[in-house]
Each structure stands twice: as structure tokens, then as C-alpha cells.
């Protein structure tokens, strides 16, 4: 695996934990037959990306002919299978939000997130809607241009691979730059079906490109994590379960209806 530019600052013990973590991941993956390769160089990343035919153009938030991205703001993953062929990729791209809010952004910069095609008049067209556009600020992730082969049944979807591909890239994003926040956009029939969670994010806020006219011409879920839900999602599972043990030691013993719980989450 090849290694991105900076984990700066990180403690010895914070660096094991993530080394022991990303091991038994990619051992994981492995088994999924997945080799995986992290990098910073975006002209490599492009290269990538061009070969794929089947799909549309990388987006100009991750392409060095639109962007000026690299090792100092950015990072992408990339799965191959047994034979090298490209299966899936993700990439990340940090911005200093400090004197702006993501609403600022996204209005100042929608031309490198708005899906080409969909509307009439891109200078005139911008997202709306989710409260924490005006609330997530500071040091902010983006992630994009995630994308995993279909395989059907058995194929790696189904064994969990998404969840995997993006922890591995918080776990690397988190130890390098410990942003305050992240977020993604999530097109409304993935959104709808609960994609956030298989990504691994906590808060879906559903948002729509308004055009020239006021039309709506594309619907997305925004998605992000602060903080606080990024350092709760990567605690080893060991963790998580300790504490939560120790939590309800300590709460009143009021009986549950597990039947009822469970039957409340079916269509989850």
C-alpha cells in the first residue's frame, strides 16, 4: 500500500491504532479480492479514472487540470481485483473553512460539484436546503467519486467492502488532518435507501440544486460527520461495546421490548 504524504503530529500509540486497524482491513478486503493503493499523486489518480470508460468524467474537485489538489490537500484510494483491473476509487480533498461556511463554498465553487448536464445554467444553479450548510465550517473533508463494481450476489458489495473502503480512508483523513468536519453529496436514490450508513456517516440531510428559474434540477442528500461522530465512528468495536456496557450499568433498569424494537427497525 502505497502511502500518502503527511501523518503529522500523530502520537506513537494514535499511529499503532491506526496501523492495527488499516491491517486487519486490508486483510479484510484481501480476502474479498481486493488489493488496494493509496496516493497523493492526482495525475496518477486521473490516469485512473480515464481508462474507465463505462463511467462519466472524473469531477473537477479531483482533477488536476480543473483543481490545484495535492499530497498537501488531498489523497485517493483506489481497489483493484486479481487480474489489476479497476473496481473502485475514492478520493478525499481538505479545505480551511475558517472565515466561511459550507454554503459559502458550495455557492462559490458549484461548478466542481453540480452533476454535468443537469441543469440549464450552471452559473445560475445552487444547492439548498440542509440546515448545516450554514453550521459546518473550519477545517473541512470533502469525499467523492466513490464508486465500487457491482458484482451482484457474493460480489463485494454484499460482503461489507463499502463499509471497509471508506474507513480506511476516515482512518487515514482523521490521522492526518483531524478536520472538524466531513461531508458528501449523495444522490437522492441512494440517499433514500440509507447509503450514509454503509458509508459510515451519522447526519442525511436532504438538498436541492435550484436552477435559473428556481426548478429543481437535481436532488441530493447532504451527508457529514463533526468531530465528535468521526471519533466515536473509529473507536475499535471493543470500545464502543465497553462503553456502552458501562452506560447501561449505570442507567435506571427499565425493562425493554425487544420485540417491539426490533420489528420498529425491520425496514431500516
Not at 57 to 80: K, L
Not at 97 to 115: C, E, G, P, Q, V
Not at 188 to 202: D, Q, S
Amino acid at each position: 500500500m502505497e502511502t500518502i504524504g503527511q501523518v503529522g503530529g500523530m502520537l506513537p500509540n494514535s499511529l499503532f491504532k491506526i496501523v492495527t486497524s488499516l491491517s486487519g482491513i486490508l486483510q479484510d478486503l484481501d480476502s474479498m479480492g481486493i488489493q488496494v493503493e493509496v496516493g497523493d499523486d492526482f495525475a496518477r489518480y486521473r490516469a485512473y479514472r480515464s481508462q474507465q470508460t463505462d463511467r462519466g468524467a472524473i469531477y473537477p474537485m479531483f482533477d488536476v487540470a480543473s483543481s490545484y489538489i495535492d499530497r498537501t490537500n488531498g489523497f485517493w484510494i483506489c481497489g483493484f481485483d486479481p487480474d489489476g483491473e479497476l473496481i473502485h476509487t475514492q478520493a478525499v480533498r481538505l479545505f480551511d473553512l475558517s472565515d466561511a461556511s459550507l454554503a459559502t463554498h458550495l455557492n462559490d465553487h458549484r461548478h466542481k460539484y453540480i452533476t454535468p448536464d443537469t441543469t440549464p445554467d450552471p452559473d445560475l444553479t445552487f444547492f439548498s436546503g440542509p440546515e448545516a450548510l450554514h453550521t459546518i465550517s473550519g477545517q473541512v473533508c470533502y469525499q467523492g467519486d466513490f464508486w465500487l463494481r457491482a458484482n451482484g450476489l457474493g460480489g463485494p458489495r454484499s460482503q461489507g467492502a463499502t463499509e471497509l473502503l471508506s474507513r480506511i480512508l476516515f482512518e487515514i483523513m482523521v490521522g492526518a488532518w483531524n478536520p472538524s468536519f466531513v461531508f458528501a453529496l449523495v444522490p437522492k436514490r441512494l440517499g433514500a435507501k440509507g447509503a450514509h450508513l454503509r458509508y459510515g456517516y451519522t447526519h442525511c440531510e436532504l438538498g436541492r440544486w435550484l436552477g435559473p428559474d428556481q426548478q429543481v434540477t437535481e436532488e441530493e442528500y447532504l451527508i457529514w460527520m463533526g468531530a465528535k461522530d468521526m471519533a466515536n465512528m473509529l473507536q475499535p468495536a471493543s470500545e464502543r461495546l465497553g462503553r456502552a456496557a458501562n452506560m447501561s450499568a449505570v442507567r435506571s433498569p427499565t425493562p425493554i421490548d425487544t420485540k417491539s424494537h426490533r420489528d420498529a427497525g425491520a425496514d431500516v
